[in-house]
Structures are given as structure tokens and as C-alpha cells.
């Protein structure tokens, strides 16, 4: 079931992303664009994306570091993490380029994921994915589009629902684009070396990612032909690419990096906190117990960073607190320690010591919103209801569909204060968030009951209209 699940995702992908020879064979910008926003819209509405902020952030800025190398370019890129642990990455139309959590948990340096990253920004920069279009032009939009969503729905529903979307689009045999697929992976691959060498990162992460990719012997996939994998070659791409870098020496002005990445930290936050349990569990504990003479290492606070998390999950939460702890001995006052030292004492009933361990991250660039909604839902147990309030309409007001669970909050103190049609409308808006739109819909209609705010009675109005719409098109479909 496994196999037959990958060869579907790698069949997919290839079929879309890695076949076609020249560029002056591409489908048009506004063409390109059209498709992006209609494969976008099937992903976030199928809630395919890793929606972590510390994750995305770092993927970010991977890649946005190596496009300051590149001339400007037709698209704006964007970065994602697909919550999935599958050992994959792609590019996809208009410059989106994705990374499963499963590849980056896999893999063991900033280097590594750069040099991918790099990879798939040079299929981007290069319209191999607006050729691979092209050549399926005969497809309309809106097909196409539900086509390539397929390939990423199927990995998380074991290939049913994906396949469900792109039955009947597989009649076109892969076999007579194998040499085609062949160069756009050399093309990417060089492109990519030469991206890498020009930034802060090693370009032997490239290399190093790849031994892995083939390590990992594609989950189980490996003996599918290459021309239904998503990066094929990978032996005589190894090959290649350790003859680019046959005697690189780094030049003497070649710059450094200029921020930490995290790394290590973003992998086990990933690991910790999405990942199986047992496994990554009994992951986690062969590490810590293999090395006790790095125990005051970086690395080995990111491991007890990922038990700590871990132990969370398992609701064992003083082991999560004191996993947290010794992470916090080797990386003094580190925000994403705090940051889940504050959440976990906040599931185990300690509001007062989630406030005093908060404190000074909400400055925090990227995690700052983050401890926002963990001391709102401090102030909210501790009966701190203006404090909360106050809060949790700060979240929601930056990013409303990042912390759904703060409209139930505010729900929550709406209803302590008596105020039932702004409860109701706030559980309206938190169902529509989760897509649950029957219980949405029953919410909102009885807040419209009792409204008299303005502004609420015309959003609730309009949010109505688009659940129902929405309601009927799944109906019909």
C-alpha cells in the first residue's frame, strides 16, 4: 500500500513538473499565473500546508537568500512545507516551491536543504514547470490545475483522494519525455551549484542531499523506472554533480552567512512536534543515550528541544518540561524554547509561569504573534478577560487563519460577558476557519439575530454568503 501510495505522488509530479527541452516552448506568464492561483487555492483549501511559522520562516529565508543572487524574475517565489513525511521537494507553477517536512527532517545541515532549495528555484528560474504545462496545453485550467493538486492530496490520504482528482489524465506516456526529464534535472542541478556558490551556503550540499535521496531509496520506490520519479538519475546525477565539484575551493571573498538558520532547532521542531510519535520517540532517545560527551553541544539542544516536544505530546509534561529545561542550559534565554516552555505549562495548568517564561519574546520578529496567543490564553484562565480579549484580536487581526482557536477564545470571553450574539459570531467564524460550515453557518444566522455592530453584521453577512456558496458547490461536485 506504501509503494503503490509514492508511485502515485512521484508519477504525478513528474508527469507536470520535470518533462520539456527548451524554454522558448513555454506557456506565457498570465497563463502560468492563472494555473498557479488555481492549483494554490486547492492546496491551502485541502489544508495541505504546514502552517508553522518558525518552519516557514526559515525555508523563507533559505530561499529568498539564494534568489538575491539571481536577476529579477517573472515571479514572485514563494516557499512551503508540505505536512507530510515524504522525502520530497518540487517547484510548481508560478515560482512555488515546496518542501515536505519528511525531506527536511531527513536531512542533516543548512547546506543540504539549500542546495535542494537552490535546485528547485532553478527549475522555477529556468520554466521547466511552464514548458512541462505547455506540452499538457490541450488540458484546460481548471483540469490542470486539479491535476497537480492531485499529486500532493494523494500523499496525505494514501493516494485515494489525489487520484480521485487526476483519473483519466495519465494516457499520455512518460516514456518518450525521459530524455527530456534527464535535462532539466542536469540543467537545475548546475544552475543550482552555481546559485550556491555565489551565496553564503556550501555547495556540496547539493551533493550530499542527493546521496540521501538516493540513501532513502525514494520510500520504497526505487525500483519504479526513472522516468515516474519526481528527481530521477539521481546515481548519474551524483555522478555529474561531483564533477562540477571536482576541485572547488571556495573563493576568498565567497560571503558568509549572515543570520543562523536554526537548523538543527527547525528539525526538531519538526520531528517534535508533527512526526509520528514512537518512532521519532524512540528516535529522539537513541540519539541523547549515543551521546553523552556532546551533551553541551548546539545539536544536543535541539534534540532535547524535539524530546521535550515530543514528551508534550505523549501528556507526559514534566519529562517535556525538563527535556526543555536542559535545552535551555546549553542555549541560554533561547526564544523557541521559551516560546514551548510557556505553551506546555499552559496544558499542564500553570498560567502564571506560561506569563513569567513568555515574557520578552513578544518583540520577536518571527515568534512574537506565537507567545501573544499563548498569554492571551494565560489571561483568559487566570480571568484576565480585557487583557486577553485584547490579546487574541491582536492575533486575529495579523493572521486570522494561523490560530483559529483564537476566535473560540474570544468566543469564550464574549459569552463570560454576556454578550451572545458577539459569542456566536465569533463561533461562526472559528467553525469556517476549521470547515466545518454546517455548525458555522448555524452560529452566524444566530448572530445576525442579535447583532449590532455594523461592521460584524456585514462581515458575518458576507462570510454566510461564501459558505453557502462553497456548501453548494461541494453538493454538486
Do not use: W
Request: hydrophobic fraction near 40%; include cysteine; charged fraction near 20%.
Amino acid at each position: 500500500m506504501k509503494s503503490s501510495k509514492y508511485f502515485f505522488i512521484f508519477l504525478s509530479l513528474v508527469f507536470f513538473f520535470s518533462f520539456s527541452s527548451n524554454s522558448s516552448f513555454a506557456i506565457s506568464i498570465p497563463e502560468e499565473r492563472k494555473v498557479a492561483k488555481k492549483f494554490m487555492k486547492m492546496i491551502h483549501e485541502k489544508q495541505m500546508i504546514l502552517n508553522d511559522p518558525i518552519a516557514s520562516h526559515m525555508i523563507t529565508q533559505v530561499g529568498n537568500h539564494i534568489l538575491s543572487f539571481l536577476p529579477l524574475q517573472p515571479f514572485d517565489y514563494s516557499f512551503y512545507i508540505v505536512d507530510d513525511d515524504v522525502f520530497n521537494a518540487f517547484a510548481s507553477p508560478g515560482a512555488n516551491i515546496f518542501a515536505y517536512r519528511g525531506l527536511i527532517t531527513a536531512l542533516d545541515s543548512i547546506d543540504e536543504l539549500a542546495g535542494i532549495i537552490g535546485h528547485e528555484i532553478a527549475h522555477a528560474a529556468s520554466r521547466h514547470v511552464s514548458e512541462s504545462i505547455d506540452r499538457a496545453k490541450f488540458i484546460n485550467i481548471g483540469s490542470l490545475a486539479g491535476m497537480l493538486a492531485g499529486a500532493i492530496i494523494g500523499s496525505k490520504s494514501g493516494g485515494d483522494a489525489g487520484a480521485a482528482i487526476i483519473t483519466g489524465t495519465m494516457a499520455v506516456g512518460q516514456t518518450a519525455m525521459l530524455t527530456f526529464t534527464r535535462e532539466n534535472e542536469t540543467e537545475a542541478d548546475e544552475k543550482g551549484i552555481m546559485f550556491l556558490k555565489r551565496s553564503c551556503f556550501a555547495p556540496e550540499g547539493l551533493l550530499s542531499g542527493l546521496m540521501k535521496i538516493r540513501a532513502a531509496d525514494y520510500r520504497g520506490v526505487e525500483g519504479i523506472p526513472d522516468y515516474v520519479k519526481t528527481h530521477p538519475g539521481t546515481g548519474n546525477r551524483i555522478a555529474h554533480v561531483e564533477t562540477i565539484l571536482a576541485g572547488y575551493i571556495p573563493s576568498e571573498n565567497k560571503i558568509k552567512c549572515d543570520e543562523d538558520f536554526r537548523f538543527d532547532m527547525v528539525k526538531y521542531r519538526l520531528l517534535g512536534l508533527y512526526a509520528d510519535i514512537e518512532p521519532t520517540f524512540n528516535q529522539l532517545t537513541t540519539k541523547l543515550e549515543g551521546n553523552p560527551s556532546n551533551a553541551d553541544t548546539a545539536n544536543a539542544a535541539a534534540i532535547h528541544y524535539g524530546m521535550g516536544l515530543i514528551y508534550a505530546r505523549k501528556l507526559m509534561r514534566e519529562k517535556a518540561i525538563s527535556h526543555l529545561k536542559k535545552a535551555l542550559s546549553i542555549n541560554i534565554f533561547d526564544p523557541m524554547v521559551l516560546l514551548e516552555m510557556g505553551r506546555i505549562y499552559l496544558l499542564n495548568g500553570e498560567p502564571e509561569k506560561a506569563l513569567n517564561v513568555l515574557q520578552g519574546i513578544e518583540s520577536d520578529p518571527v515568534m512574537g504573534l506565537m507567545a501573544r496567543f499563548h498569554q492571551a490564553s494565560a489571561h483568559l484562565e487566570l480571568r484576565n478577560l480585557t487583557k486577553a480579549k485584547n490579546l487574541f484580536n491582536t492575533v486575529v487581526s495579523k493572521t486570522p487563519s494561523l490560530y483559529p482557536k483564537a476566535y473560540y477564545n474570544l468566543a469564550n470571553i464574549m459569552s463570560l460577558e454576556k454578550k451572545q450574539d458577539l459569542s456566536h459570531y465569533y463561533l461562526g467564524v472559528y467553525y469556517a476557519e476549521i470547515n466545518n460550515n454546517k455548525t458555522a453557518i448555524i452560529h452566524l444566522n444566530k448572530a445576525l439575530d442579535k447583532l449590532k455592530d455594523e461592521s460584524k453584521i456585514k462581515k458575518a453577512k458576507e462570510l454566510l454568503a461564501r459558505l453557502k456558496k462553497q456548501s453548494t458547490k461541494n453538493i454538486k461536485n
